[in-house]
């Protein structure tokens, strides 16, 4: 039987999927962890308890967003190389800082630097992505699927640009800077067709 090279395994893109779906499961099930029952029985008990569900929402909705993008982006991948291996670490790192920002706004969501700390995670993991984007055309050219599918990217530029507007605004007001980030939110809600169209498992589009 013949052997499989070094190289021939970096160019799969399998276990990179497999690794990183494990990576975002965990940092679910770290939020899920945190989030706690109310204290007592009643209305007010329960309403206590709503900014931290609210938050958790948020940032449950955020990770569901860039597992499904992230999905579709890999699986119209052909190669990967190092540099994409390290810009998809790069990714799960700011990824892996949402749950104890989910807590911290959870519990001093009228404060400014909590806001502002939850909009330099979200811009980081944005900046993180479009460069994991960058780093794939790279490695599989310019007129490959990721990269006719992605083109220009302005609605990744806009979010970038929403989440730099939003932590300057949290030091005027943290409302001011959530309702930015449910906002980016709700725009990537919608699976990103561009990719899942050139996603040979994936939806039509």
């Not at 699986?75 to 670490?89: H, Q």
């Not at 700011?94 to 995670?121: K, M, Q």
Request: with cysteine; glycine share 8%.
């Amino acid at each position: 039987m013949a052997s499989v090279s070094s190289s021939a395994i970096e160019d799969r893109p399998d276990r990179l999927i497999s690794f990183s779906d494990g990576v975002l499961a965990v940092i679910i099930t770290i939020m899920a962890f945190e989030l706690q029952a109310p204290d007592g029985t009643n209305f007010a008990a329960l309403a206590h308890r709503w900014p931290r569900f609210l938050v958790y929402l948020l940032s449950f909705t955020n990770i569901g967003i860039y597992w499904n993008n992230h999905h579709h982006l890999l699986r119209a991948t052909d190669r990967i190389n190092s540099v994409v291996m390290w810009a998809n670490l790069h990714l799960l790192f700011w990824l892996s800082l949402i749950p104890v920002l989910t807590e911290w706004v959870g519990r001093d969501y009228r404060f400014h630097w909590p806001a502002a700390a939850y909009g330099c995670a979200s811009l980081g993991a944005a900046t993180a992505y479009f460069l994991l984007v960058r780093a794939i055309i790279s490695a599989n050219g310019s007129d490959s699927a990721v990269g006719r599918a992605i083109g220009s990217d302005i609605k990744g530029f806009t979010s970038a640009l929403s989440y730099a507007g939003a932590i300057g605004l949290a030091f005027w007001s943290p409302w001011a800077a959530y309702a930015v980030y449910v906002a980016v939110a709700a725009i990537w809600f919608i699976p990103d067709r561009r990719l899942a169209r050139r996603d040979p498992g994936g939806s039509p589009g």
